[in-house]
């Protein structure tokens, strides 16, 4: 089955002009926005040559919003009337990443040619992500353009350096901070992934996650000292001995795994279509069968990083030149990616009283989880609404994010920040395409986000717009 499949109320808004819309992702693409960590290297011409690009396609945006570009991010407010009601924010990132040397050739058509072709619009950005911030433009423009008034404010705020530093997302929610705004909800690309249910024990249902944190990270460096000597009298040991004890001594004192919020919704959300007999018992009372469910969730690969702290040992330096020769100082690096709750300086605690003293630990970066939006928030609501609505069949749960996004920066600002993207394109086309090659989306899945995006600025901002 396809992902099309389940696209339904494709006749919503008839008036959208999904040509126009799609020759607007054509021309956006055109423009080779990548980022680079040194930042010398970025073109910014790019950037301002797509700013004048959209105020140009987007006339009604460009007369009736405010447009601020914020070092070479963009900040669009479109003021709404009532200013009782707390802003929502729309996001995505300007920029794309390179495409990979060496694969120039495998793409069918250029990374930035733009091209309509075979009902797929082509091109580096077209998944990630630009093909989201100019659905964003479209259905902010549909509405302006009929003479709508917005009760409720909307910004739209495209960062320029997602794929590298985030320099500008933070930029951004600093000018929004010293304004004293506070925001109502919070959309950003993310999560969407669609798959069966049948590692929580309900085959044949489908589940479509909408991201509500991130996940920690973490960089763990082990070092272990050695003036080296022969090998025929290791009395003392040997440095890669004492790292192989400590990264063993690492694994053995993993966090134990927690059920988080997100969690305990998934299942009560999936109880009632959970045929597998145990787990229909447990998902209906997950606070008291939680050592199930963890044992459950711990023994599945789809599942198990949902509820724990993961620790992949994944360096190792220099070693010996030859096997009768004792190695010198040696690190290991081992990465981590931390639930909410296991903090980066409780671990690093935790692991040098597991490891000992014959080596030392040190992070060489870390960043704990991102706060766990609020799943009674009133934007998380319309979100789950809106899209039950424009897809069918799919069971819409709260999890964490697969990557890490500029979304996580907003969190001060607001309780519900929500991480998905409603282009639900076939996963092997974005699976060759997002940071790959023949990056592209097909012109139906960029027309179904659209119609979603529409959908909740008119249920969320405009008039008759609740809370
Ligand atoms: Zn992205």
Not at 37 to 51: E, I, K, M, N
Not at 78 to 97: K, N, T
Request: glycine content about 8%; charged content about 25%.
């Amino acid at each position: 089955m396809t992902n099309a499949e389940l696209f339904i109320r494709e006749t919503d808004y008839p008036d959208l002009n999904i040509p126009s819309a799609a020759a607007h992702l054509q021309g956006a693409l055109r423009f080779p926005t990548v980022s680079h960590v040194d930042t010398s290297r970025t073109d910014y011409g790019q950037f301002d040559a797509l700013h004048a690009y959209l105020r140009e396609s987007y006339p009604h945006l460009s007369a009736r919003a405010a447009w601020e570009e914020i070092g070479h991010s963009l900040l669009i407010t479109i003021p709404g009337s009532d200013a009782s009601l707390r802003p929502a924010l729309l996001m995505a990132h300007q920029d794309v990443v390179p495409v990979v040397p060496g694969t120039e050739g495998e793409w069918k058509h250029g990374p930035f040619s733009g091209d309509l072709a075979d009902g797929y619009i082509w091109g580096r950005g077209a998944m990630d992500i630009k093909q989201m911030l100019i659905a964003i433009m479209e259905s902010a423009e549909y509405w302006l353009s009929r003479g709508t008034e917005f009760r409720r404010t909307l910004y739209l705020a495209f960062g320029e350096d997602e794929e590298t530093c985030s320099v500008g997302a933070r930029a951004l929610v600093e000018t929004l901070a010293g304004r004293g705004v506070t925001l109502e909800y919070v959309l950003d690309e993310g999560a969407g992934d669609v798959s069966d249910a049948a590692d929580y024990g309900a085959p044949g249902t489908l589940v479509c996650t909408i991201g509500m944190y991130e996940k920690g990270y973490g960089d763990l460096r082990v070092r272990a000292s050695s003036h080296g000597g022969h090998s025929s009298n290791p009395f003392r040991g040997t440095s890669l001995g004492d790292l192989a004890e400590a990264i063993a001594a690492i694994l053995r004192a993993a966090p134990p795994p927690r059920l988080s919020e997100a969690v305990i919704r998934a299942l009560r959300l999936l109880a009632p279509r959970i045929t597998e007999a145990s787990m229909s018992v447990w998902a209906k009372d997950p606070e008291r069968y939680g050592v199930e469910l963890l044992d459950w969730f711990c023994r599945h690969e789809s599942l198990y990083h949902q509820v724990r702290t993961t620790i992949a040992p994944t360096m190792i330096t220099p070693g010996a030149p030859a096997a009768n020769v004792m190695p010198h100082d040696m690190e290991a690096v081992v990465n981590l990616r931390m639930i909410p709750g296991d903090e980066p300086e409780g671990l690093l605690e935790r692991f040098r009283a597991a490891a000992g003293n014959r080596v030392k630990l040190d992070w060489l970066q870390q960043i704990g989880a991102s706060a766990p939006s609020d799943l009674d928030a009133w934007g998380y609501r319309c979100l789950k609404e809106t899209l039950e609505r424009y897809f069918d069949r799919l069971v819409f749960i709260p999890a964490q994010n697969k990557g890490a996004t500029d979304a996580r920066w907003y969190e001060r600002l607001c309780r519900c920040v929500m991480r998905f993207g409603p282009f639900l394109e076939e996963e092997d086309i974005s699976r060759e395409g997002v940071h790959g090659v023949n990056e592209r989306i097909s012109v139906r899945t960029y027309a179904q986000g659209i119609r979603v995006l529409t959908h909740l600025i008119e249920k969320t901002c405009l008039n008759g717009a609740a809370e």
